[in-house]
């Protein structure tokens, strides 16, 4: 996963990182209309548009053909079948493209879940790191660090409703924690930072005495609709919804 990550920051990042320092909603508009702008060129090349008109048309056309013969389902049964062939023909001529902007917006999407889902750890801020233990798991839990933190709460924990949680703070850089439990132990990389960085703030875990481990970093939020708070994903969809409607619409993209 760490290596995943990596990899898909040493990609992206000399293209990508100059967004981390803009405003995060900002960043999210610009990241939406660069990617709805690429896939719409994209498509407009390599699909053929006269041939695309022709089966939205056609497929308009069956869709009128449906009300008018609501009473014969025998002629629906036909009108249906024909309507099935142009959607088919449709999909298959947009399966092109997409295949073709698949793999750049795997990289951008990773990118962007590692860098703009939440606020880094600060330098010299206290944050919380939480473990979630499995059923019947009792006892104390010993936490230690490489490089050493700061621990504000006492390092050894006595479990409680299968969780424990430590509050801690130290200097900028990577750390390893370390869960230590009756000789069995489990390791999670932390990073504090100035920069817009962060490693996955929550992990589940198959093979261990842990279930789940949560740091305390804060969610990034870009949109708060009455209510409705809404992350750097669901920011992007409304977004280059918002955007690929109207660039078709402008350049009568098919």
Known sequence: MVGKMLT????????????????PLLSIVIISLTISLIITFVYKLVTDQKKMKELRDGIKSTQEELKKHRANPKKMMEIQKKAMEKNMQYMISSLKP???TLLPIILIFGWLNTNMGYYPLEPGKEFQVSIFLKEGVTGNVTLTSVPELDFVSNAEQNIEDSKVTWTLKGKAGEYVLEFEHNGESYQKD?????????????????????????????VIIYLNLLGWKIGWFGTYIIFSLIFSTGIRKLLRIY
């Not at 898909?8 to 405003?23: E, F, G, H, Q, S």
């Not at 930072?193 to 804060?218: G, H, V």
């Open 190 to 218: 932390i990073l504090i930072t100035n920069e817009r960085r962060y490693k996955p703030p929550i992990e589940n875990i198959k093979d261990s005495f842990i279930k789940r481990i949560e740091i305390s970093n804060k």
């Open 98 to 100: 997409t295949l073709i």
């Open 8 to 23: 898909t920051n040493a990609i992206m990042d000399p293209v990508l990182r100059p967004l981390l320092k803009m405003p």
